[in-house]
């Protein structure tokens, strides 16, 4: 009985550790950053990886930069009721992209991350506050995803153990063929699915009657596309931006705006720093008018 013990007792002394090891290295390179948010501001930009191409450019105007690779209307949706709880924003920018409804954002979120942001009221129980904001966070074990972060961070040291370097070229310095099989890649990856998301559409509809019921100026945004992307997708949309212009808010389309311009692309439908600068100007002077 007592060696049966003893073994329950190292067993789970060693998921325990193995817990906490995880945590060190997960915890550091997935959670940290996305916990990082200013209560200073009265604007918010909210958006995903097109958004957090922008970085800070716009702080020094009162924007405070809220956006995070793969960030669906669910986790804008969370992060908009944390900052009418906690702050005082008057402002929110918001991503109203293309394909912000397809069913690929809908399985590619952030909501293991975005439940920092959560408060048991947003649950219909209180197990499952307690479950996402707790147990998946905290216990890696029932994050499905920090595999996939410890094997991408086994990776990373193993190549610079051998003195490997990713190098991806520029989009500028891209050929034609390499531009056209990325832009090729993110448009099949992006619409892949027919039919928008109805749980989407039911998220960016609540983020509009929060805006309106707590006297919010909501501004929509269309991030631009290079040449390439934009004539795969011209024509493809599940209309997030019209959900908002119904609605009477304001949406400013860059869609087009620098296609030609491939200086200002990191990727096909990514702006690098140069054009996220020139971008963020444009974007402050248009809602000044």
């Known amino acids: 009985m007592k060696k049966f013990i003893f073994n329950i007792l190292f067993f789970l002394f060693l998921l325990v550790f193995i817990n906490v090891l995880i945590s060190l290295i997960v915890g550091k390179a997935y959670f940290k950053d996305y916990s990082e948010v200013s209560l200073n501001y009265n604007s918010y930009l909210l958006a995903d990886s097109h958004g957090k191409a922008l970085k800070d450019f716009m702080n020094e105007n009162g924007v405070f930069n809220f956006s995070c690779e793969s ?19 008057i402002r929110i920018i918001l991503t109203v992209d293309d394909y912000t409804l397809s069913r690929y954002r809908e399985r590619a979120n952030n909501l293991d991350r975005s439940v920092i942001y959560t408060s048991p009221e947003d649950f219909d129980h209180k197990f499952d506050f307690i479950k996402d904001r707790y147990l998946k966070r905290y216990v890696f074990f029932f994050n499905p995803k920090s595999r996939d972060i410890m094997k991408a961070k086994i990776t990373e040291k193993y190549k610079q153990k051998k003195g490997k370097k990713d190098y991806n070229k520029p989009w500028n310095e891209l050929n034609e063929q390499e531009k056209l099989n990325q832009a090729n ?13 109805e749980d989407l559409v039911s998220a960016l509809e609540k983020i509009i009657s929060l805006c309106q019921s707590n006297k919010i100026e909501l501004i ?20 997030a931006d019209s959900l908002v212009k119904n609605k009477g808010f304001r949406v400013f389309d860059f869609t087009t705006i620098y296609r030609n311009n491939d200086d200002y692309f990191h990727d096909a439908d990514h702006l690098n720093d140069l054009g996220a600068k020139y971008l963020s100007d444009t974007l402050l002077k248009s809602i000044e008018k």
């Open 71 to 89: 960030d669906s209307y669910f986790d804008m949706l969370r992060k908009l009721r944390f900052l009418i709880r906690n702050g005082k924003v």
């Open 185 to 197: 890649f993110r448009a099949g990856s992006l619409f892949q699915d027919k039919y928008r998301s």
């Open 220 to 239: 929509g945004i269309k991030f631009p596309s290079s040449h390439y992307y934009y004539s795969l997708i011209r024509g493809k949309s599940f209309n």
